[in-house]
Nanobody
Framework: QVQLVESGGGLVQAGDSLRLSCAAS????????MGWFRQAPGKEREFVAA????????YYADSVKGRFTISRDNGKNTVYLQMKSLKPEDTAVYYC???????????????WGQGTQVTVSS
């Protein structure tokens, strides 16, 4: 069992940066692939970024490639999403997720956090 708690969301202006954090409970965090997804009002949950258990493989949605960076610190049981050059269309609730399998871009992860709101004003 893994519990995930996101933090770091907020209201920012277009062009600003934010760093989201996702703290995981449990001693097997390093065994999990981690992903970030987001969901805007009236839209389906969409993939943002993912990282494998060791951190040496990352994958991004085209919409955030070059602006967002996913990373993890297994010693701190935490995964991060550094977001730069934010746009109004990045506004959504951001969720982190954990899975014992390989990195995937579908929302089929085993465990999910409650989400953190990111709002980008124009």
């Amino acid at each position: 069992q893994v519990q995930l708690v996101e933090s770091g969301g907020g209201l920012v202006q277009a062009g600003d940066s934010l760093r989201l954090s996702c703290a995981a409970s449990g001693r097997t965090f390093s065994s999990y692939a981690m992903g970030w997804f987001r969901q805007a009002p009236g839209k389906e949950r969409e993939f943002v970024a993912a990282i494998n258990w060791s951190g040496d493989f990352t994958y991004y949605a085209d919409s955030v490639k070059g602006r967002f960076t996913i990373s993890r610190d297994n010693g701190k049981n935490t995964v991060y999403l550094q977001m730069k050059s934010l746009k109004p269309e990045d506004t959504a609730v951001y969720y982190c997720a954990a899975d014992l399998g390989a990195v995937v871009i579908t929302p089929t992860y085993d465990y999910w956090g409650q989400g953190t709101q990111v709002t980008v004003s124009s």
